[in-house]
């Protein structure tokens, strides 16, 4: 099977941008070598990841990257996405560990050599522990020492850097970290998820500033994903609950960077969980940006509450990946052209993309045929929102191979390549094969 997008496209152009993508924590392993960050410590919590693993090896990356880039280069990729692992890199007393950083040299290094553009993530979501006794995402000041490490890091790494994306995705280390707690560092609540949303945009802006002062030639913006909300009927009230779930989710995130404001749904929370916005605040969260991320994978189904602002519905009867996520590629359009009218957008990469699907290998292949009808309908989602006339100038595909995901541990399958935890033989998936072909055929 291969991918099939118009002949015509865009996307079938070299100008093109496709790439795969990881992330520090899902595949470096070498724990060793590194400070403790809050998924080490919310892993060996009983009962928080789904088959009792962790990051401890994972893919073996920190020992294995070298092998790891050749098989990035073989796809034919343009670029690729990774994160740095801020408790690799920094010490506790807010110096550099050199070691650290070197490992992230050479491979920024090698990458250049192979003509392979370095997408890189300065979090993905591996908050030092040190900083999370201290209060963590809870704590402004941790802002503050992430604007510190990103001026460390983007001195160390000078010219070798394409782009720099601040942050993955921080509704998930906001909303999934300190209120819902089913991600690290396992907060529950609803005082605190906006809170610490706020504290993550601030650091995002802060650093923002050290980027555009002192790397003002790469490509500096943020990495948000978006599960757009769909009302299960045409009531007005199910379509006034939805409005305000995607508000509640999705343009917490997008509307403050962009409009430099929180959406009117601040008004409707209880004071005790509202965000504390100091001076200026915004001003520094909303400075301009050379790109937005967009992560898609899925979106969600919204009713009206007799108490609550809204409810999330599982429809029944749909396709859905092995993650249980719904399969709705038009919900990936929508939501483009959406953003698209509703802020003056710079341009888009859609930095994260993909299926979870439970992979067999068999006989050295693995032929996942579920996860390529995926890819190719997305792609072609996509097509068709550049049609619509939004500026998406890239693709990478999630992810580079199966790793640590997350609080469902080593079960889900991500990857274009396969992974066998236990020998780290990597095996390129029939969807690896597709994706190949087709980088290869661009005019």
């Known amino acids: 099977m291969a991918f099939s997008l118009p002949k015509n496209s865009p996307m079938r152009s070299s100008s093109f941008l496709y790439g795969v993508a990881t992330a520090s924590f899902q595949i470096e392993g070498g724990v060793e070598h590194r400070l403790p960050c809050i998924w080490d410590t919310f892993c060996a919590t009983a009962g928080k990841i789904e088959d009792g693993s962790n990051g401890d090896v994972a893919c073996d990356h920190f020992n294995r990257w070298q092998d790891d880039v050749e098989l990035i280069s073989s796809f034919g990729v343009d670029a690729y996405r990774l994160s740095i692992s801020w408790p690799r890199v920094i010490k506790q007393d807010g110096t550099v560990n050199q070691q650290g950083m070197q490992f992230y040299i050479d491979l920024l290094d090698e990458l250049n050599a192979k003509g392979i553009k370095p997408f890189v993530t300065l979090y993905h979501w591996d908050l030092p522990q040190y900083l999370e006794d201290n209060g963590g995402w809870l704590n402004r000041e941790t802002a503050y020492k992430f604007q510190e490490y990103t001026k460390h890091v983007v001195k160390a790494f000078g010219d070798r850097v394409h782009a720099y994306a601040t942050l993955n995705e921080p509704f998930c280390s906001a909303y999934l ?26 650091a995002h802006g802060l650093a923002m500033q050290v980027l555009n002062e002192f ?34 989710f999705n343009y917490w995130y997008s509307k403050p960077i962009f409009d430099g404001e929180y959406p ?29 991320g967009i992560n898609f994978y899925t979106r969600a189904r919204y009713q009206a509450h007799p108490t609550e602002m809204f ?8 396709e859905r990946t092995d993650i249980g996520w719904e399969i709705y590629p038009q919900a990936f359009t929508d939501l483009l052209v959406d953003l698209d009218t509703r802020y003056d957008l710079p341009p888009v990469y859609i930095t994260e993309n993909g299926a979870s699907i439970d992979d067999e290998i068999e006989s050295g292949v693995v032929n996942d045929v579920r996860r ?13 929102a550049i049609s619509k006339g939004v500026n998406v100038q890239g693709y990478f595909a999630w992810s580079l191979m199966d790793n640590f995901e997350w609080a469902e541990g080593y079960l889900k399958r991500f990857g274009i390549v396969y992974v066998d935890y236990q020998t780290q033989v990597r095996t390129v998936k029939a969807s690896g094969l597709a994706y190949k072909k087709l980088l290869s055929e661009r005019s």
């Open 177 to 202: 970290g300190y209120e819902a707690g089913i991600h690290a560092p396992g907060i529950v609540g609803k005082e605190f998820g906006k809170k610490a949303a706020h504290h993550l945009l601030l």
């Open 215 to 248: 790397s003002p030639k790469t490509l500096n913006g943020i990495v948000l994903n978006f599960t757009p909300g769909y009302a299960l009927t045409d009531s007005a009230e199910d379509k006034l609950a939805t409005h305000k779930a995607n508000e509640y």
């Open 264 to 292: 009117e749904l601040i008004n409707e929370l209880p004071a005790e969980h509202r965000p504390e916005i100091h001076d200026n605040d915004m001003e520094v969260i909303s400075q301009p940006m050379d790109f937005l």
């Open 311 to 318: 409810e999330e519905i599982i429809v029944e009867g749909v």
């Open 372 to 384: 390529i009808d995926y890819y190719n309908k997305h792609l072609n989602a996509v097509n068709d």
